[in-house]
């Protein structure tokens, strides 16, 4: 399997050489501002203390506080916390966005975990990590594995620890505690549109068109949904 952050310097190499950019700047670029490591200690519902590894990776945050998800996976790694917040940096830049590149995650397999045992790792985990987050600092947003709730869970205990309500630590809140409307649809519809433009710049029509969707959750679901409404047959799905 390739390393995603050498994928992630590699395309950054490229780049900085057609843009011709300084070599103190390529030097700045290339590597994250700061990257912090956690164990994360979480008492299972047996009774069993298990600790697991957290990550967040702050890539750049000349332009804005630092943006990007939370993934809970268990092959989460920091080279790939690490790509991705490089990347967030770009999107970000290139959208002409007031925000810097960030990305975190935990290794772990939500999928054989129980509610609760999710809520206290997202606690616990939060608790890590207080300091280099906030409005002004780093804001997460729910990825691979997490949700509206898990936002919640975050900003209930960055709430706490600050002893105020500060509800702009986290985005993809539910609506009930200061979400945006159309959110949760936002990636699968950022899919659509830019296929859409992508036919249309081919100058393709989209008739008779079929699609297969690779990853199945938040973003595909919506994704299949929209791309179905205008006319492409969904011909397979994967998770």
């Given amino acids: 399997m390739e390393n995603p952050w050498k994928i992630a310097q590699q395309q950054f190499d490229r780049s900085a050489e057609i843009l011709g950019l300084e070599e103190w700047l390529k030097l700045k670029l290339r590597e994250p501002r700061r990257v912090i490591i956690v164990s994360v200690p979480v008492k299972m519902d047996d009774g069993t203390l298990k600790v697991f590894t957290g990550y967040r990776s702050q890539h750049n945050t000349a332009r804005g506080p630092a943006k990007g998800g939370i993934r809970y996976h268990q092959d989460v790694t920091l080279d790939e916390v690490k790509a991705l917040s490089m990347w967030m940096t770009w999107k970000c830049a290139v959208l002409n966005l007031p925000y810097g590149g960030g990305k975190g995650g935990i290794r772990c397999n939500p999928k054989t975990m129980s509610t609760g045992e999710i809520e206290r790792l997202t606690r616990r985990y939060t608790s890590?990590?207080?300091?280099?987050?906030?409005?002004?600092?780093?804001?997460?947003?729910?990825?691979?594995n997490t949700d509206g709730q898990v936002m919640a869970w975050i900003m209930d205990t960055y709430?706490?620890?600050?002893?105020?309500?500060?509800?702009?630590?986290?985005?993809?809140?539910?609506?009930?505690?200061?979400?945006?409307?159309g959110r949760d649809a936002a990636t699968g519809r950022g899919v659509y549109y830019t296929l859409l433009n992508y036919f249309r710049h081919k100058k393709q029509s989209i008739n008779g068109k079929t699609v297969i969707i690779q990853g199945f959750g938040n973003a595909g679901r919506y994704a299949a949904m929209l791309l179905e409404n205008i006319g492409l047959k969904i011909v397979g799905v994967s998770d």
């Fill in 159 to 181: 709430s706490v620890l600050s002893g105020r309500n500060v509800p702009g630590v986290v985005t993809g809140k539910p609506l009930d505690l200061g979400g945006s409307e």
């Fill in 128 to 144: 890590e990590i207080f300091d280099i987050i906030g409005p002004d600092k780093d804001i997460p947003a729910p990825d691979v």
